[in-house]
């Protein structure tokens, strides 16, 4: 076995790749029994091993940046002093899940976070939407679930959903329904009906995706307009359940909306009083430099879905969406995760306490900057970010594949989004310094492919 010989903290200078043999042989284990889902080879995280903020090592010992923060799942990167210290004082029992929604669990002293307490957490970052009721679950495809659901419910019927080209919502069959993101994704698999996808308008200045057509009388206006056109139209509002849009697509290919395609749709669909679900599980809890992605856009949601970040799912809205009934809506360990969901209050408190909003919005900012430093070598078509959700686009597909399984080899982390784009994903405690090793990989990854 390699043996670091480096000392894993915050100003470690670069990433540090001597070989990969433990790490070969233990993903050839784990393939031989794992069933085939999403893995990205070349990267086993020691969790045994030091790791700090973006730093980490794999098992071979390498000296890892990462800027993938396990897909927004982990918004303070690694080890988080704030994180570490809840999680060694926390009270260790048995079941470490508990049937939540039939039974509460608490401690004798008020120290230690419970449900409870996040619950109230997640509302503090939700009052602008005048938010006052949430229910959590395990993932992120669940808070999907449960958002569609109680708009079901709230509207009184199985009318129609509508989504966008590129979405992507989650696995559950539900969520899978929703997803216009990868065929593989959904072929073969029931779907719920009464789908109906939009274009997603991510055009710069005048609408060339479609979103934006001439109407029956002559006139141009947006799709979902004309679909809902109280002369011209095909199907009435009130046939309608739910919208439900990314802020920003994530799978899809980091896809930044047109600020008037956003407007138009919730003012559109609010007057008709269909309500809107915005899916923040990727860009919400901060990433963006705001709480919630959709604040950027001046619009208010009536429903927000959350996860990855906030450690659980979580359907967040106004009382009167949810239900009222007894077992409408509830799941063994839905609101019984006790560890998780302290360490999504603590996750919020970190980020209130340490200003992370700021350090997003501007270290973002910055990590544009150099990123469009690159829009000058010969691969990269388009750069395109907002807080510290980011992206490069490059001319092909095979491109893109070559420099995240190069930029491993070079000890940086990065994930592949849509067809042909790479994302970028640092802790909201990430530094300029940090941003400028990762571009330099990069960059020098680039120049070579």
Not at 5 to 12: A, E, P, S, V
Not at 348 to 368: D, M, P, S, V, W
Request: overall charge positive; hydrophobic content about 40%; proline content about 4%.
């Amino acid at each position: 076995m390699i043996k670091n010989t480096i000392t894993l903290n915050r100003d470690t200078i670069m990433p540090s790749v001597r070989g990969k043999v433990l790490t070969a042989r233990y993903t050839a284990r784990a393939k031989k029994y794992a069933a085939v889902t999403t893995l990205e080879e070349g990267f086993v995280w020691a969790r045994d091993k030091p790791a700090i903020g973006p730093w980490c090592m794999d098992i071979d010992g390498n000296v890892m940046l990462d800027f993938a923060s396990h897909i927004a799942s982990a918004p303070l990167g690694y080890n988080h002093p704030g994180i570490i210290e809840l999680m060694q004082n926390f009270p260790v029992a048995d079941p470490d899940r508990y049937a939540g929604t039939d039974f509460l669990a608490g401690y004798s002293h008020a120290d230690v976070p419970t449900p409870t307490d996040l619950h109230l957490k997640v509302l503090e970052i939700t009052k602008q939407f005048g938010f006052d009721c949430s229910l959590f679950s395990n993932s992120g495809a669940e808070a999907v679930e449960n958002a569609i659901k109680i708009c079901y419910n709230a509207r009184h019927m199985e009318g129609y959903g509508v989504c966008f080209d590129g979405a992507f919502h989650g696995r559950t069959l539900g969520a899978l329904s929703l997803n216009r993101s990868k065929a593989v994704q959904r072929e073969y698999y029931p779907q719920i009906p009464n789908i109906v996808s939009f274009p997603y308008c991510a055009c710069r200045g005048r609408c060339v995706c479609g979103w934006e057509t001439k109407s029956r009388r002559g006139k141009i206006e947006n799709r979902f307009h004309q679909w809902l056109d109280k002369e011209s139209g095909q199907v009435r509002p009130e046939e309608v359940s739910y919208v439900i849009l990314e802020p920003v697509q994530g799978e899809g290919g980091y896809n930044f909306p047109n600020r008037n395609f956003m407007r138009s749709l919730y003012k559109e669909a609010q007057s008709l009083g269909i309500p809107v679900i915005s899916d923040e599980i990727q860009a919400g809890l901060g990433r963006t430099g705001k709480w919630w992605a959709c604040e950027h856009y001046g619009v208010k949601p009536d429903v927000i879905a959350a996860g990855k970040g906030l450690r659980v799912g979580a359907t967040i809205s106004k009382r009167k969406m949810f239900p009222k009934e007894q077992g409408r809506i509830s799941g063994t360990w839905v609101e019984g995760n006790a560890l998780a969901s302290a360490v999504g209050f603590k996750t919020i408190e970190i980020i209130q306490r340490e200003k992370l909003l700021r350090n997003a919005e501007r270290t973002g900012g910055y990590f544009l900057k150099r990123l469009r430093e690159l829009l000058r070598t010969k691969h990269v078509v388009d750069v395109r970010g907002l807080g510290l959700l980011d992206a490069i686009e490059f001319d092909l597909k095979k491109t893109r594949d070559l420099v995240v399984e190069h930029c491993m080899k070079q000890g940086l982390l990065v994930i592949g989004a849509g067809y042909k784009s790479l994302r970028f994903l640092p802790p909201l405690t990430v530094t300029k310094r940090e941003i400028d090793v990762a571009v330099d990989v990069l960059a020098r990854v680039i120049r070579k492919i």
